[in-house]
């Protein structure tokens, strides 16, 4: 088997790429938007985001939701 590890260490990471991080920022600055306008609004902002029903800050249920999201479209 030829060794293949000069070539896995050519490519970055997923979750070190520019565009990782690109997508994972606009869709955390996008949701946070929305959690904040239904906090204002007084909805139950947890159940509007998939993966953020268990958490215990708006941040962690944010972030939830963009890793639940960037699974889909990634």
Do not use: C
């Amino acid at each position: 088997m030829q060794n293949t590890t000069h070539l896995n260490e050519a490519h970055s990471r997923a979750d070190e790429s520019p565009a990782y991080w690109s997508i994972f920022l606009i869709g955390f600055g996008f949701l946070f938007v929305v959690v904040v306008l239904a906090k204002l609004v007084g909805v139950h902002w947890r159940d509007l985001l998939p993966g953020a029903e268990d958490a215990k800050s708006m941040s962690q249920g944010v972030k939830a939701a963009v890793y639940t999201f960037m699974s889909h479209i990634i």
